[in-house]
């Protein structure tokens, strides 16, 4: 889903169809709350799930301000 962005954005400029950035960052939005309420992110007996799963939430947030910010949203610093 993370890498979809470019296309995501390159095809709502084709179109002229901004909103599809935003069903795009709900749905990537609705899969991570979906992810993060499975899953323990912080866990001290294994730290290099710890790791991917911080690079995972890092990325995540970053296409979210990205995608807001083509839209014209701040997107709030924490939530």
Known sequence: CLADYPDVVLGAAQAR??????HY??????RFHAFYDRHRVLDKE??????????LADCTGQVIRNGLSLL?????ERM
């Open 17 to 22: 169809e901004p909103h599809r950035i935003a």
């Open 72 to 76: 014209g949203i701040t997107a709030p």
């Open 46 to 55: 294994n730290m290099p799930l710890t790791q991917a799963r911080m690079i």
């Open 25 to 30: 960052l709900l749905e990537l939005a609705t």
